[in-house]
């Protein structure tokens, strides 16, 4: 057995008098120079990461950065229906972003919003002063919520029902989405001032 240990020692002092050593797995056997040189080349960062350890340089020789995806934008208009305190939401459907939260009212372009607001909410207008728009990041994409404003009077103020008027000053126990509980504050810190 030391027999074998003093060869093996023998061949690594070799080894490693001749310079750098690429390591490769064991048994690794190439039919030609140009297999061998494409291999190579396929692995080519992690073996410079490997000859930096060896070599204690890792600060000096630059690393391959990962390349960052692309991220998507979605852009969305909320309808912020509003009856004195109160706001009106909906709730999500049980799967998908925000899946079961209460929100406002989501469409895909303005035009949509205040079809809505003109077919579906009784007497409501749609108010001239913007809101700013809100920004709210996802794992995939980023949303852009543009919040437009519509006021309600009188009391039975959704025509076909499903929704819940949410009372500013006296916040019922539902689930929201941050950025939606975000514009929520905004909305009470406004009427407050």
């Not at 061949?11 to 040189?37: W, Y």
């Not at 039975?156 to 514009?183: E, H, S």
């Amino acid at each position: 057995m030391s027999a074998c240990a003093v060869a093996h020692e023998r061949v690594v002092e070799h080894v490693s008098a001749l310079g750098n050593t690429i390591p490769m797995k064991l048994f690794t056997l190439f039919s030609s120079d140009a297999k061998a040189t494409a291999e190579l080349g396929r692995a080519r960062v992690r073996l410079r990461a490997v000859m930096r350890r060896i070599e204690g340089r890792q600060e000096e020789l630059p690393v391959a950065k990962r390349k960052r995806a692309v991220r998507r934008k979605r852009a969305a208009v909320m309808l912020v229906a509003r009856r004195a305190s109160e706001v009106l939401l909906v709730q999500r459907p049980p799967s998908g972003i925000w899946g079961g939260l209460w929100c406002l009212p989501e469409f895909e372009h303005r035009d949509a919003a205040e079809a809505y607001a003109q077919n579906s909410l009784v007497n409501a207008t749609l108010d001239r002063t913007a809101l700013p728009d809100i920004e709210h990041s996802f794992t995939h994409f980023d949303l852009v919520i543009t919040p437009l404003v519509a006021s309600c009077r009188g009391e039975a103020c959704v025509r076909d029902g499903n929704g819940l008027w949410y009372d500013l000053n006296q916040p019922a126990r539902v689930g929201l989405p941050a950025p939606i509980k975000t514009l929520l504050g905004t909305l009470l810190e406004r009427s407050e001032s």
